[in-house]
Every structure is written in structure tokens, then in C-alpha cells.
């Protein structure tokens, strides 16, 4: 799959290429990923690709034209028989989750537009745009974070990039549930009446029941912190009757 992404800030990106697993599926060109400095497409005689905004106010607009532009020369380059998605990040935009990700790994890739300032002239929005994405309810000043959000959750989604394929399904938001908590050595952090210990049962070296007290862990923590991903898999249907007495006693617990 290919990325391609407009942006003013291309430097911010090359960091995250080489390092930490996720540079297994950049490198290897399972997700390739080619940087467009929008600049490059900006009104002569100084490459501007900003204005002031109609109407008055503050912050600069990004241009339409050099946009547009811009958005040729990459579906040139690309030359897709079937043109992917273009997608503008936006505090507005609809939440990015585990399953949008999930969308974007299993397909060719999109173009990915980081917009600064104000945001983008509505009229390219309009005319190009097909997919407007927030990664929350807070403002960024740019979308080359949401970007790499993006490419890092895609990337490492891919075959073979981290060690254990297990790992991404264990993790929170795959099967729609919070992770449940991890422990590693020492069994003993600390010492005396303050030290903290491993749960024992995932010292006893019985499979099932580690894997019960994991989905308990996770059940209780979907309830306490997200009772509305706990309640949307209760209604689907995706959980076993264990599941749902493991929930009812958090639930009750937490009265
Ligand atoms: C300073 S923000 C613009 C905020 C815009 N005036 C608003 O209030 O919605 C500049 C750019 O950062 C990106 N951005 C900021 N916060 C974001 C978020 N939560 N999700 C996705 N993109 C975001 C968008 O590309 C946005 O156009």
C-alpha cells in the first residue's frame, strides 16, 4: 500500500521511518510512504499557500489552487486506475478508531492532507476531500501528528512487523475491549509490608486460568473506564456467559 502525504513539515515525518518496530513495515515497503512539500506548489512569485480569511479574524487559510496542484501532481505520480481516498485531518472530522485503522491497513493507502493555521479553504474540502479525520477532542497545530498516527496504528497492523502476531489482537479496541494490565520481573517491587506483587495467578502456570483472570482484568477495566464499549459489546452479542458474570461482578463492585 502507498501513502502519500501533503504537507508543509515533510522533516517531521523521516524520524519515524527507522525507528521502533513499526520501521519493519516502512522499510520492507509494505506501507510505503512518499512526502509532498506543499510548498513546492505555492503561488509564484513566493511559493505562498496561505491567506488571510475572508470575513475577517484570525490565522491564515491554506489556498485552494496550490492544493490543487498539488493533489494533481500526486494522482499523476500514483497513476491509480481506482483513485484512493484524500484525507484532510480536522478537529471536526469523525473519530479515528481501531476498526477506521483496521480499514486503511487492509487497503491500497490514501492520500493524507496535513493541513496548519485555520484549516483549508472549504471550497477544496468540498470538491476533493473524501474523508475528514480527528484523532480527539483537542487541537493540534497541525495534522502531520494525525498522519503519523495514522501510519504508525496502519504499520503495525501489517504482517510480520511485530514480533508476536498475537500482540494487536490482545491489544485494546481489536476485540472492542480495554487491554488488560501487564507484569514483568521482579515478582517483588520493593521490599518489606510496601512491596507489590504479581498477581499470583500468573505465576501458577495454568493457561486457562490466566487467560480468564486477563479477560476479567480487561472486562473490569472496559467497565470502569469505558462502561460504553463494555455495553456495545454486551450488545452485540460478543460475550461469553463468563464474560457477562465477570462484567455484572465489576459492575456491582464499583457500586
Ligand atoms: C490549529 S488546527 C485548526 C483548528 C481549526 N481552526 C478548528 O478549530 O477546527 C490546524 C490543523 O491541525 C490539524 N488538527 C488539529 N487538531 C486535530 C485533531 N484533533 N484531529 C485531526 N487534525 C487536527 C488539522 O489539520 C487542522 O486543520
Known sequence: ????????????????????????????????????????????????????????????????????????????????????????????????????????????GAILLCARYEGVDQRFIDAEVDLELSVGDYVLSGGEIPALALLDAVARLQPGVLGDARSHEQDSFSAGLLDCPHYSRPELLGEGSAAAAVPPVLLSGNHAAIERWRRDRALALTAERRPDLAARAEAEGRLSAADREALARARTAKL
Open 1 to 108: 500500500m502507498r501513502f502519500d502525504v501533503i504537507t508543509l513539515f515533510p522533516e517531521l515525518f523521516a524520524p519515524h521511518f527507522v525507528h521502533g518496530v513499526t520501521r519493519r513495515a516502512f522499510e520492507s515497503g509494505q506501507v510505503e510512504v512518499k512526502l509532498w512539500q506543499l510548498r513546492d506548489f505555492g503561488d509564484p512569485p513566493h511559493a505562498r499557500v496561505d491567506d488571510r480569511p475572508y470575513g475577517g479574524g484570525p490565522g491564515m487559510v491554506l489556498l485552494a489552487e496550490p492544493l490543487l496542484r498539488a493533489l494533481a501532481a500526486v494522482r499523476a505520480d500514483r497513476g491509480d486506475a481506482e483513485p484512493v481516498l484524500l484525507v484532510n485531518f480536522s478537529p471536526a472530522g469523525r473519530p479515528l478508531g481501531q476498526a477506521g485503522v483496521g480499514e486503511f491497513a487492509a487497503g491500497p
